[in-house]
């Protein structure tokens, strides 16, 4: 028996900026819906890190679907598929 123990630490550091009021309008513009200012400043400033939602997010809605339905059905193959046990 096999047991799989992840743990991941977030250590979340705050720090104080100053900034003039016509910066802070442009980065309040430039703010989408559930972001943070720290997400506004890493994604104009081209820091951020990307991950695959991100991108989903870019392609068209119809496009999207589609890959949505490919990897249901290659999830839905690998589901199928047993394991064989190789000696090593």
């Not at 679907?65 to 490919?70: F, G, H, M, P, R």
């Amino acid at each position: 028996m096999y047991k799989y123990v992840y743990t991941q630490l977030y250590i979340v550091v705050t720090k104080t900026i100053n900034i003039k009021e016509s910066a802070y309008v442009a980065l309040k513009e430039r703010k989408r819906s559930g972001e943070s200012y720290s997400d506004v400043i890493l994604r104009v400033t081209g820091s951020e890190e990307k991950n695959v939602s991100d991108f989903l997010k870019t392609i068209d809605p119809t496009i999207r679907a589609e890959i949505a339905e490919s990897v249901k059905a290659a999830k839905g193959d690998l589901n199928r598929i047993k394991p064989k046990k190789v000696s090593l």
